[in-house]
């Protein structure tokens, strides 16, 4: 016992330390290397070596530049608790860590937070970070006085520099053609990949503030857009898969109810700009295509909904996720999420139906045009059951918990597909809200804002990098509907619309479909853009485009 406490020296804290981080918490990212090299050869096997060596020195050096007298402990004993956690959920769910994951956890709700705690959880980082750190405070750390310390930690710096530079120039070949075509390996690499991300998202967040830019100053709407009040209903979607629709071809009732709407318009090929809420949701109302959005400089620069209002476009919000992620922070917005409504909500969380709740009456008071945008909380996981009434648990068994490793793959699909029947119903009653008030020129346009991996490769959630994320979580549905009176004001053709609905869209398109939606006039406006022009009447089509004196 009296050996397993001895006292240490900081160098040799350090190498054990590195030694710890590498192999027990870093399971994800030896695994994947494994994947990317089988089958095995004498290289391959070199290469792990080498690779083991690179990042333990690696670590090594970082390490002897922070564990210093009065900090050392206290420090490893945060980044091993924090790595416990960060490399359980690696582990749990196949994540990948950079900023906007960071940001994307940052921005979660208690709710969906608490969803992603377990058992299991505490356990593991009690065992991986809490173990360690009690062996740490009952071992005695040794410091030499101030000047051999310093001598003897640079000699120590230089040897892990050497065995660093070493590797590399020994394996630079090897290493940059594996590091080039399999980016996503550093993402793995636990705790640099969240100290780097944690860091860089920091550094956005805390830039200098900037002055709100201002865009689509000059837009107005067509006096001539139609007699009787428009309302557009622009239902943000949460975390739905286009393949689990049953409009698209899913062998699965998933939309028994919308299948009986008559007019319904399917988009079978529709693809967000972000895997993860915080990114998506900014990104679908920016006047920025996906390629050059930036989401620190959306936060200080107008979107599609000021814009609206800019024209005299009515403009609210009603959220029943986590927030609107900046974007409505201009416009009228009431957030439900938080509600305790015993007729939609229990544990927490409310059911989406209560994003239609008094929608009958704000139709009958309806004086202008108004854009409506209901933010579900839709498919989010882990926790699928929650999202849904019993009522609605048609597909079985079910996942009953967060953790989803405990679930056969068929439970957590089973599970998915209960939430994408209850949006369904949901959508089906606000069509049939729309539809029972003739007064109002009425429309609906739902699209999801990611889509989700349910296990396949072994990867579970979503906000994977999109350059590697799969389709599941980029592939999303979307839907139009729109009331007769619309379509007579605007010159729509439904025909028309049944047959370009098939080409492919993104939510680059949206901004540019809902002006064009609304009759709203500013430069911003691209036709080409707008997924509804060309099925406009020819004098409706070109009014959005078209600025007066």
């Known amino acids: 016992m009296k050996l397993l406490f001895r006292p240490l020296r ?139 310390e310093l001598g003897v930690r640079a000699l120590a710096l230089l040897l892990s520099g050497a065995v660093l530079l070493l590797v590399a120039l020994g394996a630079y070949q090897d290493f940059a053609s594996l590091f080039r075509n399999h980016r996503e390996l550093r993402l793995e690499l636990t705790p640099s990949n969240y100290l780097q991300a944690t860091s860089s998202y920091l550094r956005k967040v805390n830039a200098t503030p900037q002055p709100l830019l201002r865009i689509g100053g000059d837009a107005r709407r067509d006096a001539a857009a139609g007699a009787k009040p428009r309302l557009l209903v622009l239902v943000v979607g949460e975390t739905a898969r286009a393949d689990h629709f049953s409009l698209n071809g899913y062998p699965r009732p998933t939309n028994p109810q919308l299948a009986k709407v008559a007019g319904l318009v399917n988009f079978p090929d529709v693809w967000s700009c972000g895997t993860e809420t915080a990114i998506s949701v900014p990104c679908m109302f920016s006047s920025r295509p996906r390629d050059s959005f930036d989401a620190e400089e959306a936060r200080h620069r107008e979107n ?58 704000r139709l009958q008071n309806l004086r202008g045009d108004s854009v409506l945008v209901l933010h579900q909380k839709g498919s989010h996981g882990p926790a699928y059951y929650k999202r849904y009434p019993a009522a609605f648990a048609r597909f079985g068994p079910v996942c009953e918990t967060g953790e989803l490793q405990k679930c056969s793959r068929e439970q957590i699909v089973n599970a998915f597909d209960n939430t994408i029947l209850y949006t369904d119903q949901v959508l089906a009653q606000l069509i049939a809200t729309l539809q029972a008030a003739p007064q109002v020129a009425s429309s609906m346009l739902y699209l999801s804002d990611h889509g989700e991996s349910l296990g396949e490769n072994n990867l579970y959630l979503h906000a994977t990098p999109y350059l590697i994320a799969p389709d599941a979580q980029k592939h999303v549905p979307m839907l139009a509907w729109f009331s007769p009176q619309w379509q007579q004001d605007s010159g729509l053709s439904g025909s028309c619309l049944q047959a370009t609905s098939k080409q492919r869209y993104s939510h680059d398109n949206l901004f540019h479909s809902v002006l064009g939606l609304m009759a709203v006039r500013t430069a911003l406006y691209q036709p080409a853009l707008d997924i509804f022009a060309a099925c406009r009447a020819p004098q409706t089509a070109a009014a959005p485009a078209a600025l007066g004196a």
């Open 10 to 148: 900081a160098e040799w804290l350090a190498l054990l330390m590195a030694l710890l981080f590498v192999t027990l918490f870093n399971l994800p990212f030896w695994r994947h290397l494994l994947q990317i090299m089988a089958p095995l050869d004498g290289q391959d096997l070199r290469m792990l070596l080498l690779a083991f060596v690179f990042v333990t020195a690696f670590f090594t050096l970082l390490l002897l530049l922070l564990l210093w007298p009065k900090i050392a402990k206290p420090l490893l004993t945060l980044l091993l608790l924090l790595t416990a956690a960060v490399s359980y959920f690696m582990n749990q769910y196949g994540v990948l860590i950079d900023s906007d994951m960071v940001r994307n956890a940052l921005q979660t709700d208690v709710a969906e937070a608490g969803d992603l705690l377990s058992v299991k959880m505490a356990l593991t980082v009690l065992l991986l970070g809490g173990l360690p750190s009690w062996w740490l405070w009952r071992t005695p750390l040794r410091f030499r006085a101030a000047l051999p």
């Open 304 to 361: 599609l909904l000021d814009v609206l209002a800019h024209a005299g476009v009515q403009v609210s919000w009603r959220d029943n996720n986590s927030g609107c992620k900046e974007v409505c922070k201009r416009v009228a917005s009431s957030m439900l999420y938080d509600s305790n409504d015993p007729r939609f909500c229990s544990g927490g969380e409310c059911h989406d139906a209560i994003l239609l709740d008094s929608l009958a009456a």
